[in-house]
């Protein structure tokens, strides 16, 4: 079983859309959460940590379930300019290295 | 530029060959980070460096593979006798000491196998 899981996707949404991604994690240990995000033949760019609490950065709502083990996105009101990937990012145990998922890819369309 | 900077950008080789990537890390940030990443795929952590020790290598990083960070600045990833399976992109984060959470990505070596 992978670290990170994702659903690769493709999601298509029209502009102006509500999308939102999960992803859930293997270890119950793990501390910290991130979402990337990944522009095509881009490197990745961190876009939001994910608190337990759930945090909110404009259009953008990161969720923490630790009983569960997963990690959700929420995004709204798609714009084009959010079509690209979404990786979701657990940093091991041991604070040492960020384990990526396989990353989820949002296409908005007009 | 004081992000990250990854030379070449890309690199095609032919099967058997030797390539030597190089990552320059910002400046004031002591650990590097190795990933490599393919198509479809998140990035896969290879190695990393705090200063000049290596102190964790993935099992991904066969022996083919050795990185190095002489001076606790710039890293090289030397892959020998490639095979087509390397074919991917490489990319080297930096982070300060502690705090990956910050880690910073550069673009990316392509290495194309033929």
């Known amino acids: 079983r992978k670290e990170v899981e994702q659903d690769p996707g493709p999601f298509n949404v029209p502009e102006g859309a509500t999308v939102a991604f999960n992803c859930t994690y293997s270890?119950?240990?793990?501390?910290?959460f991130f979402w990337y995000r990944q522009d095509c033949r881009k490197e990745p760019k961190l876009l939001m940590s994910?608190?337990?609490s759930g945090n909110e950065d404009g259009r953008f709502t990161a969720q923490l379930n630790r009983a569960s083990q997963y990690i959700s996105l929420l995004i709204r009101d798609s714009k084009l300019s959010d079509s690209a990937t979404y990786l979701c990012?657990?940093?091991?145990?041991?604070?040492?290295?960020?384990?990526f998922g396989t990353g989820t890819r949002l296409l908005v369309s007009p | 530029d004081t992000g990250v900077s990854q030379n070449p950008r890309h690199k095609i080789t032919k099967r058997g060959q030797n390539v030597t990537f190089r990552c320059d890390p910002i400046?004031?940030?002591?650990?590097l980070y190795w990933y490599r990443q393919t198509l479809g795929q998140g990035p896969e952590f290879l190695t990393y460096?705090?200063?000049?020790?290596?102190?964790?290598k993935s099992r991904l990083l066969s022996d083919r593979f050795s990185a190095e960070r002489p001076k606790g600045s710039f890293s090289t990833l030397e892959i020998q006798r490639t095979e087509q399976g390397d074919s991917a992109m490489y990319l080297c984060?930096?982070?300060?000491?502690?705090?990956?959470?910050?880690?910073?990505f550069g673009q990316g070596t392509r290495l194309t196998v033929v």
């Open positions: 994910v608190y337990s």
């Open positions: 270890n119950s240990a793990s501390q910290s």
């Open positions: 460096f705090q200063n000049e020790a290596q102190l964790e």
């Open positions: 984060a930096s982070s300060l000491r502690r705090d990956p959470t910050e880690a910073f």
């Open positions: 990012v657990v940093m091991d145990t041991g604070f040492q290295k960020l384990v």
């Open positions: 400046s004031e940030h002591n650990r």
